[in-house]
Nanobody, 123 residues
Framework: VQLQASGGGLVQAGESLRLSCAAS????????MGWFRQAPGKDREFVAS????????IYADSVKGRFAISRDNAKNTVYLQMNSLKPEDTATYYC?????????????????WGQGTQVTVSS
């Protein structure tokens, strides 16, 4: 499966963005999906994940209550709605696909990655 992330940009603190991850090559419904992020000089970290049918989600503590992951299998797309953005959310965001929900919470586990989209939050 090929993944294409989009939707990043430059926003001010407190504003919102919605990232999208479009899949091609295989039906997205085959996979559990996740979002990770990586800031300059830091390791890639888990942000959120969602099961193949959207029934289960997992969030990093740092984004709970502010971010929401969702998916539309008919459109082969996963979304990350980011509200109340903070400067510390600044990073390159990557979507990832794996066969199980736990594997899309661990940065070394997903077998498929999108190319990343930059999110910059100014104070």
């Amino acid at each position: 499966v090929q993944l294409q992330a989009s939707g990043g940009g430059l926003v001010q603190a407190g504003e919102s963005l919605r990232l999208s991850c479009a899949a091609s090559g295989r039906p997205l419904s085959t996979y559990c999906m996740g979002w990770f992020r990586q800031a300059p000089g830091k390791d890639r970290e888990f942000v959120a994940s969602i099961s193949w049918n959207g029934g289960s989600t997992i969030y990093a503590d740092s984004v709970k209550g502010r971010f929401a992951i969702s998916r539309d299998n008919a459109k082969n797309t996963v979304y990350l709605q980011m509200n109340s953005l903070k400067p510390e959310d600044t990073a390159t965001y990557y979507c990832a696909a794996a066969d199980d929900l736990i594997s899309v919470t661990i940065a070394t586990r997903p077998g498929y990655w999108g190319q990343g989209t930059q999110v910059t939050v100014s104070s």
